[in-house]
């Protein structure tokens, strides 16, 4: 006998705030299988980004000579410091917190367990137990993918093969590590690790690092790690051994023709899968495409009566501040749906989706590239501001930052726009509010103060210089 609830929610990251103050009351099941808060909080964007801040300051530490400072004696790295200021002293607090804090409230049911449909809004779950509910929401995020390459087509932290879930938590630093993928989770672990002290080899299939970037961000990046790591392009395994030492051998086939790389851990950064299939959702009367995506409309509703589906499982972008968004439409739209606040259904805005790459130095960008802009046939007017050609540049002694903008040439609203360089991810910001709120590049440029000398100039002269 299946026990029944008001609302199923699947997945513990941006499902978990889903239970707003107009839905207290009914009752909710949450199941999770893992830990609570999903992939950004655990294994994604903020314990990685707190592994980026250590390595960034050995970096600058190492390049403080070109601006006539000199630091006596090698730079030191705690590594079991590092790894406890992240986990054990603040995200696993947060996640454990999370989870007693949800426990303990009333109307809310917890199910520790995987859970798999076998019927329209009916689940079986790995404990034995089947649940029911009026309404699902279905955000049970992505998983990372490995290789079809034996020894290397699982993880396996005790035999030193790490994805991004589990190689932040090593016990100690290996001296050598092999990093397979040329994404921005690849990117910046490669970043972390060799700026940590680890002999890092990268391998990447195709010709470049970062290849959904523009072209030039691309280029640009892929040549500034090639100076800093081993890089292997146009590359890939084609098999691996590991030696009783705990050395691993992988073989590689590539434009070097076919090499060995040896590595003390193997870390394997090749994309994400969507939890879709896993969940057995067609069982569900619930859509996937052709990537295993969950199909959902503006809504966020998917092809199952009474279904919601946000975050990694529901679309390409694979971005928290994405899974975000789609939840405070879908717990609006809950609300709604269930009566508890008048209104219309709300939908979701993907117009300007940014993202950023927290390697080093920083890349962020919204809205097509170049070529995908050439392709479409869009017209366009654009303009590449070096940030070495500002007052601030000049302060950093930069010499690779670069922050292109593209805009409409008959009304000047930004189309899109592509930077390399220090704080990337802060500074694209009001490009991204500009296309958003449907301000001009010259309203933006013109309507406001930009102090001086601050970076932000970059901003204000890129968009100076198109020609409208």
């Excluded at 690849?186 to 970043?191: I, K, L, Q, S």
């Excluded at 439409?329 to 269930?338: E, G, I, M, R, S």
Aim: with cysteine.
């Amino acid at each position: 006998m299946a026990t029944h609830h008001d609302l199923i929610i699947i997945g513990t990251g941006s499902g978990n705030s889903l239970v707003t103050p107009e839905l207290e009351g009914l009752d909710i099941a949450i199941v999770e299988e893992g830990t609570f808060g999903g992939t950004c909080l655990n294994v994604g964007c903020i314990p990685t980004k707190m592994l980026v801040l250590p390595a960034d300051r050995v970096l600058e530490s190492r390049d403080a000579a070109r601006l006539g400072v000199s630091i006596d004696g090698e730079v030191t790295v705690d590594w079991p410091a590092i790894r406890d200021r992240i986990f054990p002293d603040r995200i696993d607090q947060i996640a454990a917190g999370g989870e007693r804090y949800r426990r303990s409230q009333g109307f809310v049911t917890v199910y520790a367990a995987t859970a798999e449909f076998v019927g329209p809004r009916h689940l079986s779950l790995s404990t034995g137990e089947e649940i029911t509910a009026d309404r699902v929401v279905v955000a049970a995020g992505s998983r990372a993918d490995l290789l079809d390459v034996d020894g290397l087509d699982r993880a396996d932290p005790a035999r030193g093969v790490h994805t991004s879930d589990t190689v932040m938590r090593m016990d100690e630093l290996p001296r050598r590590m092999a990093i397979v993928g040329g994404g921005f989770v690849a990117c910046e672990f490669a970043h972390v690790f060799a700026a940590l002290g680890v002999e890092v080899t990268q391998i990447q299939r195709s010709g470049a690092l970062l290849r959904t970037e523009d072209a030039d961000i691309s280029r640009r990046y892929t040549e500034l790690a090639r100076g800093r790591h081993d890089l292997r392009l146009e590359t890939q395994v084609a098999s691996a051994s590991r030696s009783d030492a705990g050395v691993w051998t992988l073989s590689l086939k590539g434009l070097d023709g076919d090499t060995d790389v040896e590595a003390d851990a193997v870390l394997v950064a090749v994309g994400r899968t969507p939890n879709g299939s896993r969940l057995g959702v067609e069982a569900g009367g619930i859509e996937l495409d052709a990537r295993g995506v969950v199909v959902v409309d503006a809504q966020q509703r998917t092809t199952a009566e009474g279904v919601w589906a946000l975050g990694d499982v529901a679309n390409a972008w694979q971005l928290k501040h994405v899974a975000n968004h789609e939840a405070r439409v879908v717990a609006h739209n809950l609300a709604v749906d269930t009566g508890r606040i008048a209104g219309a259904p709300m939908e979701s805005d993907h117009r300007y989706v940014p993202h950023a790459v927290f390697g080093h130095p920083q890349i962020a960008a919204f809205g097509p590239t170049r070529s995908e802009l050439d392709e479409s046939g869009t017209p366009y007017v654009h303009y590449t501001q070096n940030f070495g050609d500002t007052a601030y540049g000049w302060a950093l002694e930069d010499t690779t930052g670069v922050l292109t903008v593209y805009a409409d040439p008959d009304t000047g609203l930004l189309l899109s726009a592509h930077c390399l360089g220090p704080q990337a991810s802060t500074l694209i910001q009001p490009l991204i509010q500009a296309a958003s709120f449907g301000q001009s590049a010259t309203e933006v440029a013109r309507g406001q103060y930009w102090i001086h000398p601050a970076l932000a100039e970059v901003v204000e002269n890129a968009l100076l210089g198109l020609e409208l």
